[in-house]
């Protein structure tokens, strides 16, 4: 059973009277149509109002796909569109949808066929872009008995089929016959639905109006969300009341995802009767969460005459959208190129005998067909404000469902920081079809906008977001740690040893932070120093504040690489740590090292530290002198003597193999090494791994 936590019913949102019983929908809500035509129509005839109890009767349920299960959302890549003639459409959307997408028509027999090609050559459609499935249907909708599409847990994409909600056999058998026509495998999932109210974001949210409910007396709201968890992979259903409350009840009327984090909802001015409903219904969904961790970003369409302007169509980069010949035509248009930045957006007028109703037009009669070898690049985008003291990691998932390869270097991450050039970086496949690829840090104060392209050798490509670079992510740096400026030191000369380097710590933040102490790491052997007079850790830096920190090398350990021994210390406060990057000319062991150690005896730090077989001891000798280097345990006792003896001036090792005395070998652990001179001991800890 599915996690109540899983499910979001939304009917309580709302100051709606819900309504009970499927038959009180179909027979107040429908005939509060007059004039019914002859044919069909998007409410019910009188015959059909008789046979409602034949709904889903005979259906019969499969097994769900193997999940996980993706359910594609209309605003996924599609191969092309399913339309049925007589038509629903001017032919003038039909032309620009085969203008670069395959457009399917449902014919009745070959003559029909014959008849709708000749139409199509005649008006300028490319008929190279149109093909045929010859069955019967009872209407033009499509998008309400259409198919549902999803991939599997194998990237296999697959068709979910429901019981239509009306009762019009021939409409609800074209799913079947559409996962014939395209190969691919067709599930069955016993819930009577209608795919005008309908809406997923492809990442696991979808919505209805409560008409889901009403249509599925004999199931509870958890078993329907069940369902639809088990089918489509939807973890968050959100079931909400129809603010229009006209006789379809479908979403598509009022509202629309135009992405995983955008959705459209129509408006009405203060005067229109249902106003204060769909301004709940707008508030509803702006305080909703969307499947990237905020809240929805919603766009409201000016309906003041309840134009369909909501019922469009997305088409891969094209947003196809009804339009009357109104004075708010053009606002509409706007609304939606604002939304959605890099598409298309093209209004389409109807045409004697077609005819756009409020509740009825592009989207009622359209439906995607999905490219069944799809490239989806999955991926939770950063946002908000990221720390500018760190590196920023994007992960992806890639779903590839043409089961062809994804070259290496096809995964990529472009950004650019501040409206600046676009730069690339490649991400990197870390296990199965994960992705992981690094934004580097930025200032604080910057804007990072990001979008992610794949590839793979089917041909196919992928952005994500869908369009891409005129609509990228985008996320803000802040400093929530102290900032040091340099952040990498570099050692080139004995001098700049001897004398040290500065690195400023910077309070960007907007609080105090306290600094606690440093520690250094790895081989570093010298010190630091607070600029600042008197000033010791920890102390409290206030924002805005600056505080100076010179750091200074003894001679770095011998090594036989080439190039710069590289190292940090790490400066720990109540913020977390912040790390200044030493790095040391590995050439200075080749120069006169003795300048280094000139007015100074010094201990230098073993080499490796920890080690398992044997560690190299430096020290460094101002004068001729008598000298001693012993080893002891944590107890203080001494467990062997490395050197006695009389020393020249200099640079100076001994090893020590992790022995006694008596060559026996010792446990791991910590042990202490000193160097002894005339009235001067120094120690320095090393660790012996067993």
Avoid at 286 to 312: H, I, L, M
Avoid at 420 to 426: D, Q, R
Wanted: charged share 15%.
């Amino acid at each position: 059973m599915m996690s109540h936590s899983l499910i979001r019913y939304a009917a309580q949102a709302f100051s709606f009277v819900a309504f009970t019983g499927l038959s009180f929908i179909f027979s107040q809500g429908y005939s509060q149509q007059t004039n019914e035509p002859v044919k069909l129509t998007h409410w019910l005839t009188q015959e059909e109002k008789t046979r409602l109890h034949e709904i889903g009767k005979s259906f019969v349920e499969t097994d769900p796909p193997v999940s996980p299960i993706r359910n594609v959302a209309e605003f996924d890549f599609q191969q092309g569109v399913l339309i049925r003639y007589p038509f629903g459409i001017p032919m003038a959307l039909i032309k620009e949808m085969a203008s670069d997408i395959m457009v399917t028509t449902i014919v009745n027999s070959t003559g029909q066929q014959n008849t709708v090609l000749n139409l199509y050559i005649s008006n300028g459609v490319d008929t190279s872009n149109c093909n045929f499935l010859i069955a019967e249907t009872n209407s033009y909708w499509t998008r309400d008995y259409g198919p549902w599409f999803e991939s599997d847990s194998s990237s296999q994409i697959g068709i979910i089929d429901y019981p239509y909600n009306l009762p019009r056999p021939l409409d609800d058998e074209i799913p079947k016959q559409v996962a014939v026509m395209l190969g691919i495998p067709w599930f069955g999932m016993n819930v009577i639905h209608v795919g005008g109210n309908y809406m997923t974001d492809g990442y696991g949210i979808s919505a209805s109006t409560i008409l889901v409910w009403e249509n599925n007396p004999t199931q509870s709201h958890d078993q329907i969300a069940e369902k639809m968890h088990n089918y489509l992979g939807i973890d968050t259903y959100h079931v909400v009341p129809d603010p229009n409350q006209t006789f379809a009840f479908h979403i598509d009327c009022w509202g629309k995802f135009l992405a995983p984090d955008k959705i459209l909802i129509r408006k009405v001015p203060p005067t229109h009767p249902r106003y204060s409903y769909i301004e709940e219904a707008a508030a509803y969904w702006a305080a909703q969460t969307c499947a990237y961790g905020y809240n929805y970003k919603v766009f409201r369409v000016n309906t003041p005459e309840d134009q369909p302007y909501a019922n469009s169509l997305i088409l891969n980069n094209k947003i196809l959208i009804p339009i009357l010949n109104s004075s708010w035509d053009d606002s509409a248009l706007a609304v939606y190129q604002s939304a959605m930045p890099g598409y298309e957006v093209i209004g389409f007028l109807s045409n004697f005998p077609i005819t756009w109703y409020s509740s009825d037009a592009i989207h009622c009669r359209v439906i995607g067909i999905t490219d069944v070898g799809q490239l989806f690049i999955r991926h939770y985008p950063l946002f908000g404000d990221q720390p500018a003291e760190q590196d920023y990691v994007v992960n992806a998932e890639l779903i590839v469902c043409s089961g062809a390869p994804v070259p290496n270097d096809s995964v990529l991450v472009h950004y650019r920081v501040n409206n600046g050039p676009w730069e690339v970086v490649p991400m990197v496949n870390t296990s199965a079809s994960f992705y992981t690829g690094t934004i580097p840090k930025q200032p604080g104060g910057s804007t990072v906008h990001y979008y992610l392209t794949a590839a793979d050798n089917s041909g196919r490509h992928a952005n994500t977001p869908f369009i891409g670079e005129p609509d990228p992510f985008s996320f803000q740096t802040m400093y929530t740690n102290l900032t040091a400026i340099p952040d990498t030191l570099w050692f080139n000369t004995v001098q700049e040893c001897l004398e040290g380097k500065v690195t400023v710590l910077n309070n960007f933040t907007s609080g105090p932070i306290e600094v606690t102490f440093i520690e250094e790491e790895g081989w570093i052997s010298g010190g630091y120093w607070w600029e600042q007079p008197q000033l010791v850790t920890p102390f409290s830096l206030a924002p805005g504040d600056t505080v100076s920190l010179r750091v200074f090398i003894e001679i770095p350990p011998m090594s036989g690489r080439v190039g710069y021994f590289a190292d940090s210390m790490q400066i720990v406060t109540d913020k977390g740590a912040l790390r200044v990057i030493i790095m040391v000319n590995d050439q200075l062991l080749g120069g006169n090292l003795d300048l280094l150690v000139r007015n100074t005896t010094r201990l230098g730090e073993g080499f490796p530290n920890p080690f398992s077989t044997s560690v190299t001891i430096p020290f460094y000798l101002q004068d001729r002198s008598h000298v001693r280097v012993l080893v002891s345990d944590v107890a203080g006792k001494q467990v062997k003597e490395l050197i006695q003896g009389i020393f020249s001036a200099g640079i100076h090792t001994t090893t020590w193999n992790g022995t006694n005395q008596s060559g026996q070998s010792l446990p791991g652990g910590i042990y202490f090494y000193s160097l002894i001179t005339e009235g001067k001991t120094q120690i320095k800890k090393v660790v012996l791994i067993r």
